[in-house]
């Protein structure tokens, strides 16, 4: 069985890159994907129904400390009793590329289980303050990978793309670098070769201090009521900087509508009714009360 690990900090483009995999290979092999989620509630299991594959969603913590455990029984689970060829895991934003080629290597699954390469995705508009914030903990996602997706350049003028390339090179020459619109990339780069990277990264081996992924917390509000569009953009137009990311669905204007936010930019697209109307914020000391009265006040009329 081949393991395909994707990787990326909050709101750099997972689920855009699962998708798009789900929909170009999905019926050309026995697929499985594993949804790891930070917050209580699964939106990005949610946002990838529909594919007529398994999947197993892992919420309420990280594969990478809290849940390793889970995501263990959820690979054997797939090899034994659902005979997957492939198996794509969408990690938590905070996880940690080498915990969890650590954690794959587990006597349980050795020999049975091919790694393929570990990809990191790159918001190249926030590469340089997710970096100045977060230090080693952000970096160590790109010092791991084989393939480095440089993505959104849309967002992001010719000059901070050079500027974000020549950084990443700098922190992980032996990788693949890749600039991409909405992770549009050729699977075959991403998915086939040989991956594990071995040369563990600096926070790996204990010379930086990492950000444990308890510094950040998630809550969960619940949406169930009509929202007014104008009124949903000037709340994340107001949202404290503590907000990182924020994804989760509304009714808006009277459609069903996927809602994500990611360091000060709003996306709303249409969206399938869901099985129950919620959005999760993550990020670090959330104010609830402002949080809950401040969506309560989208509501329409």
Known sequence: MRLNLICGFLGSGKTTLVRR????????????????????????????????????????????????????????????????????VESTGVAQPGELVETLGDPVLRGTVTLGPIVTIVDVAKFPAFRKVLGPFYTAQVERADVLLLNKTDLAGPERLATVRREVAALNPRATLVATKR????????????GGNAEPSALEQGLAAPAPAASFVSLVVGVAFGADRAKVERFFAALSVNVIRAKGFMNIDGEPTLVQFAAGELEITPAAVPRAFNMVFIGHELNEPALRAGIAETARG
Do not use: P, Q, Y
């Open 21 to 88: 995999i789900l929909r170009e290979r999905a019926g050309r092999e026995r697929m499985a994907v594993i949804v790891n989620e930070f917050g209580e509630v699964g939106i990005d299991g949610e946002v990838l129904r529909g594919h007529s594959v398994n999947m197993i969603e892992i919420s309420s913590g990280c594969l990478c400390c809290t849940l390793r455990g889970s995501l263990i029984s959820a690979v054997e689970e797939l090899r034994d009793k659902v005979g997957a060829e492939r198996v794509v």
């Open 183 to 194: 992770c549009e990339v050729d699977l075959g780069l991403i998915m086939d070769a040989v």
